[in-house]
């Protein structure tokens, strides 16, 4: 069976309602900070030509670049087969139900009104601009070699493609605009997790 099968058993849900449950089924246990760090990353992801992250089947099957990001294959661990997450996202991908769900869920609520935050264009990036992450429990993947290190929150660390410069946090936080030269190791840069880092994402963006 194609994983495009598996994928449409989500298709019927909206974009927003599929960037909530990611961010429920990827870091409920990781508190507000956690789910939006997680809906920071698929928002980042969206501002790539959809070639890079999506895939181009769904996009053009459901419309959404949302669901071709998300959906698309060995991208997000809770909707690969036989991950213990994906049975328990199954039963609340009803987007009749889904807001009932919300209202009777306190962690799946508090992911609906981040993403209501992101669909107004308030949501602010917690990541630093990050578009990719994994859990601190697996080993560093080989990917992370080519990539710069933007923090971590909770169990997850965040990294995104290294420009020639990034900004210090803590000079940013200072409101200072100082950068630090690249060859600084990832690792020496402490992410504070703190809104003003990064924009919010432009309103309107949801589709």
């Not at 807001?99 to 009104?113: G, M």
């Not at 420009?163 to 210090?168: A, G, K, L, N």
């Amino acid at each position: 069976m194609a994983w495009a099968d598996h994928a449409r058993d989500f298709f019927r849900l909206s974009p927003l309602q599929l960037i909530c449950l990611t961010a429920y089924g990827e870091a409920r246990g990781e508190g507000r900070g956690g789910m939006q760090a997680v809906i920071n990353v698929i928002h980042n992801r969206r501002l790539h030509p959809i070639s890079r992250f999506g895939a181009p089947g769904i996009l053009q099957e459901t419309g959404s670049p949302y669901h071709a990001i998300i959906l698309a294959r060995w991208q997000f661990s809770i909707f690969n087969l036989g991950d213990p997450n994906r049975a328990l996202l199954l039963r609340l991908a009803n987007p009749a139900t889904f807001d009932s769900h919300a209202r009777n869920n306190a962690q799946l609520r508090t992911a609906v009104e981040l993403g209501e935050q992101l669909r107004l264009g308030q949501l602010v990036d917690l990541t630093g601009g990050s578009d990719h992450y994994f859990s601190i429990h697996i080993q560093r993947p080989d990917w992370t070699r080519r990539m710069v290190l933007r923090g971590r929150i909770g169990r997850h660390e965040f990294w995104s493609d290294p420009p020639h410069y990034f900004q210090s946090p803590q000079r940013l936080l200072a409101g200072q605009g100082d950068a630090v030269p690249p060859e600084t190791p990832p690792e020496e840069v402490q992410f504070l997790g703190l809104g003003g880092l990064a924009a919010a994402a432009g309103a309107g963006v949801i589709r």
